[in-house]
């Protein structure tokens, strides 16, 4: 009698992908390369799973301290924001806004993503993803 199994070693792989993560190229309104690489980890990453619970834990700590008679606002782009910062593992070079060089650091990454609405749908469409993390 043979024993019957399902071979789990592809997903393992894939977790682990997702833990080394992965580096995009950023590319303006053509589709063409603007000189800015983001790299980023996977959604079953622990560092993705920790922003995630970090980030609910800090909205939920905001909404507990407005007066119940603030108006509700929706944060989903907030938190979204705040979860993909935390995620981003490093981009190069330094981005340069209005003359200022932008070091790497998670709030300034979180200020990059709020302002240029494209470049966080780019590492939010990738970062999404599980099969972004799929080796070819």
């Not at 303006?28 to 980030?55: C, H, T, W, Y």
């Not at 709030?107 to 709020?114: C, I, K, P, T, W």
């Amino acid at each position: 009698m043979s024993a019957e199994f399902a071979d789990l070693s592809g997903l393992e792989s894939l977790i682990q992908s997702q833990e080394e993560g992965i580096e995009i190229e950023i590319l303006n309104e053509k589709g063409e390369p603007i000189g800015l690489k983001i790299g980023f980890v996977g959604p079953d990453s622990d560092r993705m799973q920790k922003a995630m619970r970090d980030v609910a834990a800090e909205f939920a700590k905001k909404a507990a301290e407005r007066s119940s008679l603030d108006a509700a606002t929706d944060d989903s782009d907030d938190r979204m924001i705040a979860i993909l910062a935390k995620s981003t593992t490093h981009w190069s070079p330094n981005p340069k806004i209005g003359g200022q060089v932008i070091p790497f650091s998670e709030e300034n990454v979180r200020n990059l993503y709020a302002k240029f609405r494209i470049i966080r749908d780019q590492v939010e469409a990738r970062a999404v993803r599980r099969s972004s993390f799929t080796k070819s």
